[in-house]
């Protein structure tokens, strides 16, 4: 799988959007890029993934660079409930690449008044 | 839909025991993979199984063992227990080998 690289953290005003960023420049063409998101000591939580095309659903939005190198996550209106640490991952999209997630160290977002 | 489940929550052990971890995955998830997550290592693969079958495997000691039963449900044995075994293990589901995985809330371990 394709090594990222994330800033290891973030601030943003409550309210505001945040704006996520992450390389993966050694992408390949048959790997997905994934979001993922951990809030203190529960499991990861999923939030959405691409392949090639922007990607928006109820909680995020995700917007992949035409070389596909890097990608961001947006959170159009963050909350204090959105301070977690937040992954990006990129992933095999066939069956015999093996169905593993390799988690880089993220990015840790603290949402404040 | 209930999501994947896993038993018990907290878990204390010695070292020299064994233990056995539960995930019930989402209804209709063929496939179950554990991750280990500690402070020093952060979140690492360890096993997948599909079909009852391992598919792949991650980097750690033997000590470390699942396997699936046909209702898709999932075990993980650590014998041997060591400190740092001490950690929180994670399952993840999803409907086949490229579908999104979903987690569960997983299992503290804390060797003593």
């Known amino acids: 799988d394709a090594k990222t690289t994330q800033p290891p953290s973030m601030d943003c005003a409550e309210g505001r959007a945040a704006n996520l960023p992450c390389n993966h420049s050694t992408i390949s063409g048959n790997e997905y890029v994934y979001w993922y998101r951990q809030i203190h000591s529960q499991g990861p939580q999923y939030i959405i993934h691409?392949?090639?095309n922007n990607e928006t659903n109820e909680m995020a939005s995700l917007i992949i660079t035409e070389d596909r190198k890097s990608s961001t996550l947006i959170l159009p209106h963050a909350t204090l409930r959105d301070t977690a640490v937040y992954y990006c991952i990129v992933r095999v999209a066939f069956t015999g690449g093996g169905n593993k997630l390799t988690f880089g160290t993220g990015t840790q977002l603290k949402v404040e008044l | 839909k209930a999501g994947v489940t896993q038993t018990p929550r907290y878990l204390i052990k010695t070292r020299g025991q064994q233990v056995t971890l539960s995930c019930s995955p989402i209804s209709g998830h063929r496939s179950v993979s554990w991750y280990q997550q500690t402070p020093g290592q952060g979140l690492q693969f360890l096993f997948e199984?599909?079909?009852?079958?391992?598919?792949n495997k991650g980097n750690f000691p033997g000590r470390f063992s699942g396997r699936q039963f046909s209702n898709s449900r999932s075990e993980m044995n650590v014998s041997t227990l060591e400190l740092g075994d001490s950690a929180l293990y994670l399952c993840?589901?999803?409907?086949?080998?490229?579908?999104?995985?979903?987690f569960g809330p997983g299992t503290r371990l804390l060797v003593l």
């Open positions: 691409g392949l090639k």
């Open positions: 199984y599909f079909s009852e079958t391992q598919r």
């Open positions: 993840a589901s999803s409907m086949d080998r490229v579908e999104t995985q979903y």
